[in-house]
């Protein structure tokens, strides 16, 4: 699970250059040009790390790290990224909510390390999985979908994180029962796994009857697809 993390720049050759740095470090990025798709990137793939540049055109890099920081935003951590060098601007960035803050020009593999610090104090939060906005953190227990949490029972929480950690595998249901049951798995019937798939299915998509995540491979189980 590569901890995924969100360049916000509106300058296509430090997207890049930082992009690059930070892929060949291990992390999954996710780029985006201006404020507007921040938030649907943020939505979507629900990085655990930003780095955000404060002049972005439409909506600013301040009014982002404010929503960023927003009441269900709070576990994100930020690193502004700025041509504002005074050390009053690097306050008020920390004081907004920035977990650290590094002023343009800069030195891509400096940044990187920068990212590697913040990540060591808050990586807890980057144990995670996300397809398509759906979003699984199996330590904290917790699964969103596009940023909004959903209430899953234990099973199906167990259920998810098995799917998710297999996508694209079909999964029989003794697979799946002893996934769930592992101590009594002979006294569990096909269709109690059926029943948690179909209440799963109820949260996990926009319509259970025709599901586009959990599908049914007849005669063999059921698997993830993970577009």
Known sequence: ??????VVEDDRMIRELVSIYLEKAGYEVIVAANGEDAKESF????????ILDLMLPKI?????????RSEKRNEVSIIMLSAKAKTQDKIDGLKMGADDYMTKPFDPAELVAHVEAVLRRTGQFCQKITYGGLSIQPRKGEVQLFGKKLPLTKNEFNLLFHFMD?????LSRDDLIYQLYPYNDKMVLDRTIDAHIKNLREKIEDEPSSPKRILTVRGMGYKFVHD
């Open 1 to 6: 699970m590569k901890p995924t993390i969100l």
């Open 43 to 50: 939505r979507v793939f629900q990085p655990c790390l930003i």
């Open 60 to 68: 600013s890099g301040e009014e982002l790290c404010s929503w960023f």
């Open 166 to 170: 297999n996508p694209n595998i079909v």
